[in-house]
């Protein structure tokens, strides 16, 4: 989810030709899921307009014209059920995909965003990545936390302050592949529902966070103990409960023989795990008892220090001190805000998220509006006679043009409830892997761009096919059925 070491244990390749094609291959993905939710729930959608189309004949009876005009609109729209269901699902495929990418743009976009108060800021090695820096740092960077007034220290003292050291392993050192592999976070437990985004008590339910901090009891007491997201289980084909020794990777000679005590919940770090800090610790202790000497990896173990901290103040004073030579030097370190950093990690990704906002998403419009149009334009064709005779009964032209408007603005409205409603409702995250981004929660207000976009598109598709309407000639129609 943050900014890592270049290793790539789950198989997850930075290059930007694999990443295009990983992100075609999840749009196309979400457009075949689309697709089928939209077939699934066409029954709902002719149903819905069934249903209404009693209540409004009943309601047709106080002789209000409004009503009258509804009822005319929801009847027209069942007198073509082919080319009703073809616009729908075309709107259905547009807001539900649309919807997609509005949520991973907007996720991210709220990651990367700055923030005035109580929010992270990083500290990592100034020149190199990854950044690997001695443990004494953290000791370090307490001590000028300390200095601070009290105002600008951490609210929590220690419990606002998180180191994080990555560890690559596998189950098969002699031929390491994604499906053995496994990167963890090696984290002191009982800060994982304290300063881990996404596990904090606000990112989760009740009864998740509850299981959360059963978990971390559980790896407190044995640092053996570890916790695996459910994707990198089925992955590496291992259950919970399960001894597994590992062999890591990025800290050679080491291996651990782990209990797997738990799962993530769902939606959150897919793909990863996380494990003690104090293995690390005994490791390094264990290595140099044996072998008279450090480990060449004990001084540099270190990869990212976090601190909340209650003001952009707070921040700007630590940066200045971490900054200075004096203070650290070897290697020189720096600080900046969670959001920057992340920003910084994901600019990577950069022209991946243009394309889905200026490129995939205008043509899906300009496609899907294409389709609406077409389909409207078969079926007002189709319905030359009944426009003639809605003119001949007093209709004018505007009025008729207004009827394929209305039937399309509908269709476009219900469209974009229903599969903003599935998104939000039945989806609630969906699982999209972006670095170590692994789900996205759809935002509430989906639920009122949906309609808007399905009705904007249908208004769009719908312009011809009414103007055609509005022009139809009362004389030739009937010369031809004659």
Not at 6 to 17: C, M, N
Not at 72 to 82: I, Q
Not at 192 to 207: F, Y
Request: a positive charge.
């Amino acid at each position: 989810m943050y900014p890592t070491p270049d290793i790539a244990p789950t198989g997850f390749d930075p290059s930007l030709l694999l990443l295009s094609g990983y992100l075609l291959a999840g749009v196309g993905t979400v457009l075949v899921i689309a697709a089928v939710l939209g077939v699934v729930t066409l029954p709902v959608f002719f149903l819905f307009i069934y249903v209404t189309e009693l209540l409004l004949a009943r309601l047709s009876e106080t002789g209000s014209l409004a009503v009258k005009v509804m009822l005319m609109l929801f009847r027209g729209l069942r007198r073509s059920p082919l080319r009703t269901s073809l616009t729908y699902l075309a709107l259905f495929v547009l807001t539900f995909v649309l919807c997609m990418i509005y949520t991973i743009i907007t996720f991210i976009g709220r990651a990367t965003s700055e923030k005035e108060a109580n929010f992270k800021i990083i500290m990592t090695e100034k020149y190199s990545i990854p950044s690997m820096m001695p443990p004494g740092y953290e000791d370090r960077l307490r001590g000028i936390i300390e200095k601070l007034p009290k105002e600008l220290q951490p609210v929590n003292g220690a419990d606002d302050i998180i180191t994080w050291s990555f560890i690559a392993a596998t189950t098969d050192p002699s031929n390491p592949k994604p499906e053995n592999a496994i990167f963890m976070f090696c984290v002191e437990p009982r800060k994982i529902p304290l300063m881990m985004d996404g596990l904090e008590r606000k990112d989760l339910t009740d009864a998740e966070f509850s299981d959360l901090q059963a978990k971390v009891k559980l790896m407190e007491e044995d640092f053996t103990r570890i916790l695996v997201s459910p994707s990198r289980l089925k992955k590496m084909n291992l259950q919970v409960g399960q001894r597994v020794k590992l062999s890591l990777l990025n800290y050679k000679g080491f291996t651990a023989d782990t209990e797997i005590i738990g799962t993530l919940p769902d939606g959150k770090y897919e793909g990863v795990g996380f494990c003690s800090r104090a293995y690390l610790d005994a490791a390094f202790r264990s290595y140099q008892t044996t072998n008279k000497e450090p480990h060449p990896m004990a001084s540099r173990c270190v990869n990212l220090i976090w601190v909340r901290v209650p003001t952009r103040e707070a921040y700007e004073r630590i940066a200045a001190e971490v900054s200075e030579a004096k203070n650290f030097s070897s290697p020189a370190a720096k600080v900046e805000t969670a959001s920057a950093g992340i920003g910084t990690f994901m600019e990577a990704y950069k022209s991946i998220f243009n394309g889905m906002k200026y490129v995939l998403s205008p043509a899906m419009l300009v496609i899907m509006s294409l389709v609406v149009a077409n389909a409207i334009s078969i079926s007002a064709r189709e319905r030359r006679t009944e426009m003639a005779v809605l003119k001949v009964l007093g209709f004018l032209p505007r009025h008729v043009a207004g009827l394929i408007l209305g039937e399309a603005l509908l269709i476009g409205a219900i469209a974009g409830a229903m599969s903003t409603t599935v998104a939000w409702g039945l989806l609630g995250n969906f699982k999209f892997q972006i670095a170590f981004l692994g789900a996205f929660m759809v935002p509430t207000e989906v639920l009122v761009i949906g309609p808007v976009l399905g009705m904007c598109v249908a208004l769009i598709g719908s312009i011809g096919p009414a103007l055609s309407a509005k022009n139809v000639k009362v004389a030739e129609v009937f010369a031809r059925q004659a």
